[in-house]
């Protein structure tokens, strides 16, 4: 069995700059249901990895705001920001995530967090007792999957970050609603894992 990993609870520091520039060319396809993009999601997504100890929940709130920003139009650009939430021996919790805030760079099919704004949101949440657990953004793909300049970005962001927890994340959300619109990654050092969803 490989070595099970425990995140380290602690507040973060976020890289930034030129850590999270992301530039993708995908197909455009239109949202499942509109309608949806207005209806809060009331259950919480579960994911596992055979590697990590803990199972990685993503909470109702959380969820409804990733959703919100599904690029359901082909004008729609690209969202992101940036997850808080806790660390227990059993969970990583997403309980909140936030953005895109109006500094932030967006196109179609790019997203770059302000990064001041990004570290001043970080050290609010740690004052009241939130881990920053990682990045999330939208993709105009029904089932994302990270890019090659996504890859490249965490990878940096995971160098370059000095956080207090042994793990990052970073969630996708694209145009799909529900758990199959999600994709979720963990990075430690340069070892990224895709998470499943725990059905
Ligand atoms: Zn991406």
């Given at each position: 069995m490989p070595p099970r990993v425990a995140w380290r609870p602690g507040s973060g520091h976020f890289a930034g700059g030129d850590a999270f520039r992301r530039l993708r060319y995908e197909h455009d396809r239109a949202c499942d249901s509109l309608a949806s993009i207005k209806t809060p999601a009331t259950a919480q997504l579960v994911f596992k990895h055979d590697d990590f100890a803990q199972e990685l929940l993503i909470a109702p709130a959380?969820?409804?705001?990733?959703?919100?920003?599904?690029?359901?139009?082909?004008?729609?650009?690209?969202?992101?920001?940036?997850?808080?939430?806790?660390?227990?021996?059993?969970?990583?919790?997403?309980?909140?995530?936030?953005?895109?805030?109006?500094?932030?760079?967006?196109?179609?099919?790019?997203?770059?967090?302000?990064?001041?704004?990004?570290?001043?949101?970080?050290?609010?949440?740690?004052?009241?007792?939130?881990?920053?657990?990682?990045?999330?953004?939208?993709?105009?793909?029904?089932?994302?999957?990270?890019?090659?300049?996504?890859?490249d970005a965490f990878s940096r962001l995971l160098r370059q970050s000095e956080v207090r927890v042994s793990s990052l994340l970073l969630v996708i959300q694209g145009t799909e609603n529900g758990p199959p619109g999600i994709t979720v990654y963990s990075g430690q050092a340069a070892d990224i894992k895709k998470w499943a969803l725990k059905i």
């Open positions: 959380a969820r409804s705001h990733l959703a919100r920003h599904r690029q359901c139009f082909r004008w729609s650009k690209e969202a992101g920001g940036q997850l808080f939430g806790v660390v227990s021996d059993k969970a990583v919790c997403i309980l909140e995530a936030n953005g895109p805030g109006p500094r932030d760079e967006r196109t179609r099919v790019s997203f770059r967090s302000d990064p001041v704004v990004a570290q001043r949101n970080i050290d609010l949440r740690a004052d009241r007792g939130m881990l920053y657990l990682g990045e999330w953004h939208t993709h105009p793909e029904a089932q994302p999957v990270a890019s090659a300049m996504d890859i």
